[in-house]
């Protein structure tokens, strides 16, 4: 009993860290912002681009949900390709509309185990196509980053747009640095301090390494069975840069109608390197983080207008939010479970 409250409690702080995450960053990206060119930006966009943007999202989804599907059979795991995609987006739904402390990942590696006999090596799946898709992005936003914008960081990143900047960022910004390392500490003290914080701290501690040297066990087991077929891996690191790269294309398209005037390239480092950031569980559904981030990097790398950015920035997350709303429907309408007991290769599911 002692163990599922711990269990319990740590979940429960790790969600209130997530959200103090996320409302910091976004109480960070809406800081002096003029609300009348946000809004006149969002009235001047077309409707048509924001479809266009949403359409290509989905039918980037149907893309990884088939990634997923190729790293199912390389273990000989043999679901049907509509029922992956009904799991994707229940994956979905759960990572980018209801967060909580059960993500979609785990949804995914839960429900798929209920399709085959093969539990173990469909729950690997997940993980391996996971790193996969994180995997393909770091690549794509490093290949750009080294091919089109390589010595700008430094030289753009580090000064406001249109003026100088005598003091850096960090002189602009050491409030908020000094803000933040003075209220760490007080927690910290506060922890080494308190006595049952000490032990609560000390045995969630325990229990991540215990868990994350398992993670590695099955994680080693996953590249084992990988590793041998490299050609499957090379499909889904090119199914990744298809899907993403036609999101990207969308939301240059998006971005130009918004009155943004960075090029591809831009999209091209920032989006990928976003939305892996974004993936870590530091926020809620990357929440405030990826708005931040975004904003943040068009500024200081394209100089786009601030405004203009963080609506881009909104459409994305609107974009996101509705094209994984049919992983609810498809939830509720349990459309996600077996109608039939079966046995790999003899009678798939439905």
């Keep these: 009993m002692p163990k599922a409250e711990d269990a319990r409690s740590g979940r429960h702080l790790s969600l209130i860290v997530r959200i103090a995450v996320a409302t910091a960053a976004i109480v960070w990206v809406l800081r002096g912002q003029d609300w009348q060119e946000l809004g006149t930006v969002l009235r001047r966009m077309s409707p048509w ?25 390389a273990q000989k795991i043999h679901i049907r390709l509509p029922m992956v995609f009904r799991l994707h ?26 399709h085959t006999e093969k539990r173990l090596e469909g729950a690997l799946s997940v993980v391996v196509d996971r790193f996969t898709g994180l ?17 700008q960081l430094g030289a753009v990143g580090l000064a406001e747009p249109g003026g100088a900047d005598e003091g850096g960022w960090l002189g602009s910004h050491g409030g908020v640095v000094f803000g933040a390392a003075l209220a760490a500490a007080l927690a910290v003290g506060v922890v080494l301090v308190h006595p049952g914080l000490r032990r609560r701290v000390g045995r969630l501690g325990g229990r991540a390494w215990r868990r994350g040297v398992g993670l590695l066990r099955r994680g080693k087991a996953a590249v084992v069975v990988y590793c041998s077929k490299p050609l499957t891996m090379l499909l889904a690191l090119l199914l990744t840069a298809l899907s993403q790269g036609t999101v990207i294309l969308a939301f240059w398209l998006l971005g130009r109608n918004l009155g943004m005037g960075a090029s591809l390239r831009h999209y091209f480092v920032i989006f990928p390197v976003m939305w892996v950031v974004a993936a870590l569980p530091i926020s809620v559904a990357g929440l405030g983080v990826l708005e931040a981030g975004i904003v943040e990097l068009f500024v200081r790398l394209a100089g786009t207008v601030a405004e203009r950015a963080l609506a881009l920035a909104v459409c994305q997350r609107l974009v996101w939010v509705l094209a994984s709303l049919p992983g609810g429907i498809i939830h509720l309408l349990g459309a996600h479970l077996p109608r039939e007991i079966f046995i790999d290769g003899e009678s798939p599911v439905n």
Excluded: C, E
Aim: glycine share 14%; hydrophobic share 60%.
């Design 49 to 73: 681009y924001f479809v266009l943007g949403l359409a290509t999202f989905v039918a980037g989804q149907f893309i990884i949900a088939f990634r997923w599907w190729v790293l199912l059979h």
């Design 89 to 114: 987006f229940i994956g979905l739904f759960y990572n980018n509309v209801m967060p909580g402390s059960v993500g979609g990942d785990l949804l995914k590696a839960w429900y798929v185990t209920k």
């Design 135 to 151: 995997a393909g992005m770091l690549l794509m936003g490093a290949v750009a980053y080294f091919v089109f914008l390589r010595g």
